[in-house]
Structures are given as C-alpha cells and as structure tokens.
C-alpha cells in the first residue's frame, strides 16, 4: 500500500547513508518550541520503576548497571561541563543539544555525548513499562501511524532494522518533525533527533551495555524483546506535546 511504501523508502534512504539523517525536512532547525519542555534534571532522575520492573525482557542486573553507573556517569560527566557555564544551565538540554554550534568550543563534545546520554535515557526510562502492562498506540498517535506505516508491526520491523544495521553503538528512533509526520532512523553515539530540529518519541538503547549480559551478541532478539515493555500510552503523550 501507498503509505507502507512511503515508509519503507524513508527509511531505507536513512539507513542507506549509515549515520544519522534527516530525511525531507526543509529549513534546517525549526524554533525551540515542544523541546523547550524538556527538562534538564540536575541530577540523575530515579527509575520510575523497581529494577526487575522489566524482567525477564530486560534484565534486573542490566538496569541496575545501566541506569546506576551509565546513565549516573552521563549526568556527572554533563554537571562538571557546565558548572563553569551557568548562563547554559538555565537552557533546556534539548535547546543545547538543539544548537551544538552555539556552545563554546571547550565543551562542546561532552555536552553532546553526555547531555545525549542524559536526555536519551531519561527518556528511554519513561517509555518503558512493566510487560503485560502497556496499550496499543492510540489517538493522535496511532491514526499517524496508521497512516504512514499501515501497520504498528510494521513500524517495529523499520525501526528493529534500523538499530540491527547501527554498527557499534547507538540508538533507534521513533522521531516527530513537529509538523505531525513521524521518522525512524538510527543515530551513533549519544546522537539524537533534537540536533536535528526533532523531538524524540521513543528511543531503543542499541549500545552494548543495554543488553549484553542477557543477550550477548544477539542485539536482533533484544529488539524484538523490547516491544514486550514499551509505554505507548508515554510515546503518544510526547508526541501530543511534540504537535502541540
Ligand atoms: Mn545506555
């Protein structure tokens, strides 16, 4: 159909080029407006669940490392950037990450490695979900999907693909343009879609260190894992802000 076909080339042309692309949005940066909201926690926010919360798709071992050490280094790293810096700190980290070009040049890098690993976790936390638990996208949300994938199975499959395809580490997004039109691709790194003008709806962690003690080297069976916790109801309220 149409709509499946439009995705599929979308995406393919995203993963062709093997890094993080934008792929038909016109005039660069939109304005800061729904990633205004995004907050810069000062400090590591506390999981919004236990840490068997996701067991047994993802691991209670895994999260205690990933979110106590990784994502902790990650905001340690960002506050020691910044503290000499407190015009920045008064800026939504999705506004810096946003504007790279804009920081000084000393702390640029760190900022986007270590200010994308905070705001990228963060938000992976608050779009997981006990299994069982979750509903299927809906309002807004599920008719964009209906509409330009045909089909949530198929959605899933584009972005598996694209996180199956990131060599190394990175992520795998679900993104919103603002403008109601959706996007996957995958980003290196701590990248994200708001260096691109984007607001992110839903990120799957593809780095090693999210799945390896459980899964090894099968990042595939991961992915396919990882739908059993996904908070649709969460990925919909951010793509709500995202159009608002
Ligand atoms: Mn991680």
Redesign the pocket.
């Known amino acids: 159909m149409v709509t499946a076909m439009m995705g599929r080339r979308s995406f393919l042309r995203a993963i062709g080029a093997g890094g993080a692309v934008l792929l038909s949005v016109a005039g660069g940066f939109r304005p800061i407006t729904a990633l205004a909201a995004e907050p810069l926690a000062p400090d590591l926010p506390p999981l919004p669940y236990s840490y068997d919360a996701l067991e047994p798709f993802i691991d209670t071992a895994t999260m205690q490392i ?1 979110h106590d050490r ?2 902790a280094a990650y905001v340690n790293n960002l506050k020691n950037a910044l503290a000499n810096y407190p015009e920045l700190q008064s800026r939504s980290l999705a506004e810096l990450l946003a504007n790279l070009n804009d920081l000084p040049q000393a702390i640029r890098t760190t900022v986007r490695n270590n200010g994308g ?1 905070h705001i ?2 963060s938000i ?1 936390w608050a779009t997981m979900r006990a299994p069982g638990s979750g509903v299927a996208p809906g309002g807004a949300l599920g008719q964009a999907i209906g509409a330009q994938f045909g089909s949530v199975d198929y959605l899933k499959s584009l972005i598996n693909t694209a996180g199956e395809r990131r060599f190394g580490s990175g992520w795998t997004w679900l993104a919103s343009d603002g403008a109601g039109a959706l996007y996957v691709y995958s980003t290196p790194n701590q990248d994200n879609p708001y260096m691109m003008g984007q607001t992110p709806l839903l990120g799957i ?1 593809v ?1 090693e ?2 799945y390896y003690l459980k899964y090894q080297n099968r990042r595939a069976e991961y992915l396919n894992a990882w739908w059993n916790v996904v908070d649709w109801a969460a990925v919909g309220a951010r793509y709500a802000e995202a159009i608002g």
Do not use: K, P, Y
């Open positions: 990933h990784h994502h690993g990228n976790h992976f962690d780095w260190h999210a």
